[in-house]
């Protein structure tokens, strides 16, 4: 062990880059992965936090008035809604992707396939 604090959420979220335009969200994973998104979803930085650092960053979240106490592992959907940074509503069917990460990156867990028209969209 070195002797370093454990890096807080908090500092991780500060240290990661953003969406250049602004519109960008950032979101802490049930993985304890701490990520910043672009306005389409698109990954630009992420950062693995400790386990000690999310349980006291959640700690300190639920004790906020108008959140709710964390008493079992919390989904994803549930620390983005619990921390103010609900993605937008993404019509999967209608999502241009690269590949399965571009869908699943914005909730579209159907895969990146061909529609109709040739051109991939991700599925719900």
Do not use: W
Not at 22 to 47: C, F, R, T
């Amino acid at each position: 062990m070195t002797g370093r604090a454990t890096e807080s959420v908090e500092d991780i979220f500060k240290s990661l880059k953003k969406d250049p335009a602004g519109h960008g969200y950032e979101a802490l994973l049930p993985s304890g992965m701490v990520v910043s998104y672009d306005q389409n979803g698109k990954i630009i930085d992420q950062k693995q936090a400790s386990k000690d650092a999310v349980a006291e960053y959640l700690k300190v979240e639920s004790k906020k008035p108008d959140l709710p106490a964390v008493t079992r592992p919390a989904s994803r959907r549930e620390i983005e809604e619990s921390i103010g940074l609900v993605p937008r509503q993404v019509n999967c069917d209608a999502y241009p992707c690269d590949d399965d990460d571009d869908c699943q990156q914005v909730g579209c867990y159907g895969g990146c396939r061909n529609n109709f028209y040739g051109k991939k969209r991700c599925r719900a």
